[in-house]
């Protein structure tokens, strides 16, 4: 009788990729995906950027103990990093703990299962070090996935019927095969010349800006329009310089805001971008700062984090030093931001209203824009498709079909 197994993922995309490789793993080897009450083996594949991440994902563990007894629970991934390098006991009621670097080696190097919009790992990893972050401990130094196999997955993907392909990483700028001699720009060229797949990005760095890269990548954009999404997420964290330089990140709002106004001759160009808010040090004046970079760079979506320590980051022990910024103020500011985010949101979503984009339907009544904006439809659609569609309505934070 087969193996049954269910899969639990908490964090980013690139975790997302990782469960799906997991997935493609067991799947050959015979085992049935099921639901957890079913499942001979939960498999939890964990996040601990934050301190509200790293308490969910116990919640879930223990959770999962209490409900579901007859399976054995592994975790897997950043929670047990995290737990390792802050000294602690793997306390949690599971059955088996891998960090990531077992959980790399027990994938290992396998063709994820298709859908009409997949992930595709290239990169994992970290060399930057800002002062906050604790995936370069979790997930250790920048590693590129060799050239041969991204092209190959991506062949296959494309093959068994994926149409979309986002190409995910922890910074996926830092990519680099030294055999093949392909940067980050360079692959995304090769699998434009080998596939016919449609491709996006996770999260990028604002130093696609830099002279090695930003001119590649807007030919890329200029020479084939119609296979790269319009859509770039540029993590800036803080419109502040004082704070930038605090969290240790490799740029100032002046290189960003050159970069992201280069990066603006892409049309329909949907730019999101993370900021945190309450991080050490932060005056009002900073967050002021970031606010009206916010406004004045007109991002069509800010994900925003509060800032929690994270034991043996560099601002966790320097945050007293550095000035902590209480709770209700970080709440205060949270709370700004995003009342600004949604309008600078709708703002964006409005001037396609009346226009026709592609759309990608991932089931009959919900899909996305090439440039993501979030849609829906009364009618069922086709899905894993493109088709062109108009833009009728905002309500209910999406766009809506005629």
């Known amino acids: 009788m087969a193996k049954k197994f269910f899969i639990y993922t908490f964090g980013c995309r690139l975790n997302q990729a990782e469960s799906n490789l997991i997935r493609g793993k067991l799947k050959q080897q015979g085992w049935q995906e099921v639901g957890p009450e079913e499942a001979d083996y939960i498999f939890i594949n964990s996040c601990a950027v934050t301190q509200k991440a790293a308490k969910e994902v116990a919640q879930y563990v223990r959770h999962c103990r209490r409900h579901y007894p007859q399976a054995k629970i592994w975790l897997l991934g950043c929670y047990v990093d995290s737990l390792r390098v802050a000294g602690q006991p793997l306390d949690l009621p599971a059955d088996r703990f891998l960090t990531n670097e077992e959980k790399r080696q027990w994938i290992g190097e396998i063709i994820p299962p298709a859908q009409g919009r997949s992930l595709l790992k290239i990169q994992d990893g970290c060399n930057q070090f800002c002062s906050y972050c604790l ?38 700028i830092q990519y680099y095969d030294p055999e093949a001699k392909l940067d980050f720009v360079g692959l995304v060229a090769r699998l434009l ?42 993590s800036l964290q803080s419109g502040s310089d004082k704070i930038l330089q605090l969290m240790r990140r490799p740029y100032r709002q002046a290189f960003y805001w050159q970069t992201i106004q280069k990066l603006r001759i892409i049309p329909q160009l949907n730019l999101t971008t993370d900021i945190i808010v309450g991080f050490p040090g932060e005056t009002a004046a900073d967050f002021r700062a970031s606010y009206n970079f916010a406004r004045r760079a007109q991002f069509g979506k800010i994900h925003i984090f509060r800032y929690s320590p994270r034991p043996g980051t560099l601002a966790a022990k320097m945050g007293s030093q550095w000035g902590l910024v209480p709770e209700n103020i970080k709440k205060e500011r949270a709370q700004r931001l995003a009342r600004l985010e949604q309008r600078l949101r709708h703002q964006f979503w409005q001037q396609f209203i009346g226009q026709k984009l592609p759309v990608f339907f991932f089931s009959p009544y919900q899909g996305q824009t090439v440039n993501f904006i979030p849609v829906a439809s009364h009618r069922p659609q086709p899905t894993n498709q493109f088709q062109l569609r108009r833009l009728v309505k905002i309500r209910e934070e999406k766009v809506w079909l005629d």
Do not use: C, M, N
């Open 135 to 172: 995936v370069p401990y979790l997930r250790g130094r920048s590693q590129s996935v060799p050239a041969a196999t991204v092209l190959e997955q991506a062949r296959q993907l494309e093959q068994h019927g994926a149409r979309w392909l986002v190409l995910t990483g922890v910074d996926i």
């Open 193 to 234: 010349q080998t596939t016919k797949a449609f491709l996006s990005f996770g999260s990028i760095s604002p130093l696609i800006g830099q002279p090695q890269f930003l001119s590649r990548f807007l030919t890329l954009y200029r020479r084939y329009p119609q296979r790269l999404a319009p859509h770039l997420h540029l």
